[in-house]
């Protein structure tokens, strides 16, 4: 039987791959972004691939929008099999030079949005007693990285939140948790994270950080140009990732997608690669 996805921000990077590679692999495909003037990508991939994708509005921001969007699903569907929380963005700024709206900001995307449409989601799967919530998070959510704090800290916020969702839905209602982690992605969204630490001249507004702030920088641009032991994937990568998490019987409460994201992460990884362990012993504790 065909399933459903809905993904979040399909705009660009992984969200665009993966509405395209699920539609390949006969899923029906919502795909949903903030900003449908933005679709263009979407809408050629459709039109040159003749693909199952139906592109739906949906801000992670805003409840109404995502009640919305969830529920032309359902009345078209009856159910909701897979979604797949992949809108996000970056930011890279310290602390003291964030104002207060910036940190409010990256907060509800990276980490109030995904709780946003996982509420959204959850009677619908609880009811049919099946799904599957796939939450894009990153190598940040494990390892706190300079200058990332904000970034890392509404990352964190996804992992303790998947894990804790895992330890007493799952075997109830049947309703799997995965957490994809990559290292860096190799599109606009590193880019679109720098930009946002420059002021209004362009100039990078780091103050007495900035000399730590330039070896940072230099150091990403570094290892982007190592093609070996890379951080940087393509959306398409990740994407394939994402799909075989999905088709998975047994699938895996986190998952790294890189060989350099598994080696910065192995500290705190090593003794439960896939953190399926420490879901079944909080269980056995709590419950």
């Not at 969200?15 to 395209?20: D, N």
Request: glycine share 8%; with cysteine; proline share 3%.
């Amino acid at each position: 039987m065909k399933k459903n996805i809905i993904i979040t921000g399909t705009s660009s990077g992984v969200g665009l791959e993966s509405a395209i590679l699920f539609a390949k692999n006969n899923y029906t495909v919502y795909a949903t972004m903030r900003n449908l003037k933005k679709s263009e990508a979407l809408e050629k991939a459709i039109k040159d691939n003749n693909l199952s994708i139906e592109i739906l509005q949906l801000d992670v921001t805003n409840n109404s929008s995502i009640t919305s969007a969830i529920n032309k699903v359902i009345e078209k569907e009856g159910k909701i099999d897979v979604l797949l929380n992949n809108a996000g963005a970056g930011f890279a700024k310290t602390l003291e030079q964030a104002n207060q709206e910036e940190i409010d900001w990256i907060t509800d995307v990276n980490y109030t949005g995904v709780v946003r449409t996982t509420k959204a989601v959850l009677p619908h799967m609880r009811s049919s007693k099946s799904g599957h919530v796939i939450n894009v998070t990153s190598i940040g959510g494990i390892v706190g990285q300079p200058f990332n704090e904000l970034y890392c800290g509404a990352k964190f916020a996804v992992e303790g939140f998947t894990e804790s969702l895992a330890s007493y839905i799952s075997k109830p209602f049947n309703i799997n948790f995965s957490l994809i982690e990559p290292g860096g992605i190799a599109t606009e969204f590193m880019t679109s994270a720098v930009k946002k630490t420059q002021n209004e001249k362009g100039e990078l507004a780091t103050g007495e950080y900035a000399p730590i702030f330039q070896k940072y920088l230099s150091g990403a641009q570094n290892r982007a140009g190592k093609e070996e032991a890379s951080p940087y994937q393509t959306g398409e990568e990740v994407a394939k990732i994402i799909l075989k998490v999905a088709e998975s019987k047994n699938p895996p409460l986190r998952i790294r997608t890189s060989d350099w994201a598994e080696n910065l992460s192995s500290l705190k990884t090593q003794m439960d690669p896939d953190g399926t362990k420490l879901v079944n012993q909080v269980n056995s504790y709590f419950l």
